[in-house]
């Protein structure tokens, strides 16, 4: 998979889609109740995403941060950030906060504090 490869564009949605997809298995496979929390996930994530969308623009700016442009669909959004970091700021917390809450379910951490 040289640079040739005529998919190199679709590298960073294949992470993110199989980062995502593990994240909906634990949360269907494990019933961690994800679904249930979805307004404090939301208002979470939008701060993660404010913040961290922030420092992207920043950084990207300052030519400290760039994505490669082989590597991404090229859609640009918010201050020229690819699509592709908006969507990894919602997909990997998304994915922390499941497995968060499977690992609760499985080693009985919440019933131990009641």
Same mark, same amino acid.
């Given at each position: 998979?040289?640079?040739?490869?005529?998919?190199?564009?679709?590298?960073?949605?294949? *992470?993110?889609?199989?980062?995502? +997809?593990?994240? *909906?298995?634990?949360?269907?496979?494990?019933?961690?109740?994800?679904?249930?929390?979805?307004?404090?996930?939301?208002?979470?994530?939008?701060?993660?995403?404010?913040?961290?969308? %922030?420092?992207?623009?920043?950084?990207?700016?300052?030519?400290?941060?760039?994505?490669?442009? %082989?590597?991404? +669909?090229?859609?640009? *959004?918010?201050?020229?950030?690819?699509?592709?970091?908006?969507?990894?700021?919602? *997909?990997?917390?998304?994915?922390?906060? %499941?497995?968060?809450?499977?690992?609760?379910?499985?080693?009985?951490?919440?019933?131990?504090?009641?």
């Amino acid at each position: 998979m040289g640079e040739d490869w005529p998919m190199n564009h679709l590298h960073y949605i294949g *992470v993110l889609l199989f980062i995502g +997809l593990c994240g *909906v298995g634990v949360n269907v496979f494990f019933k961690t109740g994800l679904a249930r929390r979805w307004r404090i996930f939301l208002i979470t994530d939008l701060l993660i995403l404010a913040l961290y969308t %922030a420092w992207d623009s920043w950084a990207i700016y300052k030519r400290n941060w760039y994505f490669d442009p %082989a590597q991404i +669909l090229g859609a640009k *959004v918010l201050f020229s950030i690819p699509i592709e970091e908006i969507l990894f700021f919602i *997909v990997v917390p998304f994915t922390t906060v %499941a497995t968060y809450l499977a690992l609760k379910k499985l080693t009985g951490w919440e019933r131990d504090r009641k």
